[in-house]
């Protein structure tokens, strides 16, 4: 089965700081995205990486930065948190030959005060 | 761009079937996904269809394909309360960068009643 693991479940920061959040993944996938999922708005793309060192801006990127040094990880980076950032963040990965489906995390609930 | 339909909360008594549909706009997917989201969980990956089938049976689950109305349907059969949950809808796209992303629907609140 495949494994994607988010380091936290639940993080509360303060404005202004800088969040990492890390999602690790067993399969040796090259696909990997970061997504974020609030109340009315389903989930939303924020970035992806189909290859390490690779990434691509999804349909949300602004106020946020990725990073994919190796092939099983896959980090969102908040350069500045702010409460609007407040959220559960959702990391997939995905096989990258042929359509294949994510395969999601748990998902950290991040909260910004 | 691709947008994804799906009515927010569908409600059914414990033992009957759920029908949780969802419309889509791009006809060129190729995919079409169900993931289920338990409160407090991420999305497990339930069901996915081929865009050349129009049917596809798992178990309690049924997936119809309306490709014409681009019109997705999961049918749970004999639903129990361990169904309650968020489904999401979701197709394929293709970013051209590598990766081939999802666009998610915004989910149907399925409520068991006893």
């Known amino acids: 089965d495949v494994k994607v693991t988010q380091s936290s479940r639940y993080l509360v920061k303060r404005t202004g700081e800088k969040v990492f959040l890390e999602c690790v993944q067993d399969m040796d996938h090259e696909n990997m995205f970061w997504y974020r999922q609030d109340p009315g708005l389903g989930l939303r793309l924020i970035y992806f990486s189909y290859d390490v060192k690779m990434k691509e801006k999804g349909d949300i990127p602004e106020g946020y930065s990725v990073s994919r040094e190796k092939k099983e990880r896959f980090s969102l980076i908040l350069e500045s948190a702010s409460t609007n950032q407040t959220s559960m963040y959702l990391c997939a990965s995905q096989w990258g030959v042929g359509n294949q489906p994510q395969h999601f995390g748990d998902g950290t609930r991040l909260s910004i005060l | 761009g691709e947008d994804v339909e799906q009515s927010l909360f569908l409600s059914v008594r414990e033992g009957d079937s759920s029908v949780i549909n969802c419309t889509y706009t791009?006809?060129?997917?190729?995919?079409l996904y169900w993931y289920k989201q338990e409160p407090g969980a991420g999305l497990q990956l339930l069901t996915y269809?081929?865009?050349?089938?129009d049917m596809k049976q798992d178990q309690r689950l049924t997936v119809l394909l309306n490709k014409k109305d681009k019109h997705l349907s999961l049918r749970i059969a004999d639903t129990q309360t361990g169904d309650s949950a968020i489904y999401f809808c979701?197709?394929?796209?293709?970013?051209?960068?590598?990766?081939?992303?999802?666009?998610f629907g915004k989910g149907t609140h399925l409520i068991i009643q006893p």
């Open positions: 791009d006809s060129s997917s190729t995919y």
């Open positions: 979701a197709e394929m796209f293709f970013s051209g960068g590598g990766a081939d992303g999802l666009t």
């Open positions: 269809i081929f865009s050349n089938m």
